[in-house]
């Protein structure tokens, strides 16, 4: 086993720097980061999952796309 050194037992240092939160712009917490709580991790999690969350393709790569395809 590991003995305590005085060392081991001092403050620990936050892994990441709280960032606001990218639903409501509250500090993040280090349980449910980059997000404040679990509330604003859900309902980011549910606007993926309805598929609010999209990359928009312009029209010119997608006929690019099928003419290379032929």
């Known amino acids: 086993m590991a003995e305590d ?15 606001p939160c990218p639903e ?3 500090p993040s917490t280090r349980e449910s980061y980059p997000f404040c709580s679990e509330r ?4 980011d999690l549910s606007r993926w999952l ?3 969350y999209a990359i928009p393709v312009a029209e010119d790569e997608s006929q690019a ?3 290379n395809r032929n």
């Open 24 to 26: 409501c712009g509250r």
């Open 50 to 52: 309805k598929g609010s």
């Open 65 to 67: 796309d099928d003419e």
């Open 5 to 19: 050194t005085p060392d081991s037992k001092g403050k620990v240092e936050p892994l990441r720097k709280t960032r």
């Open 40 to 43: 604003c991790r859900s309902l």
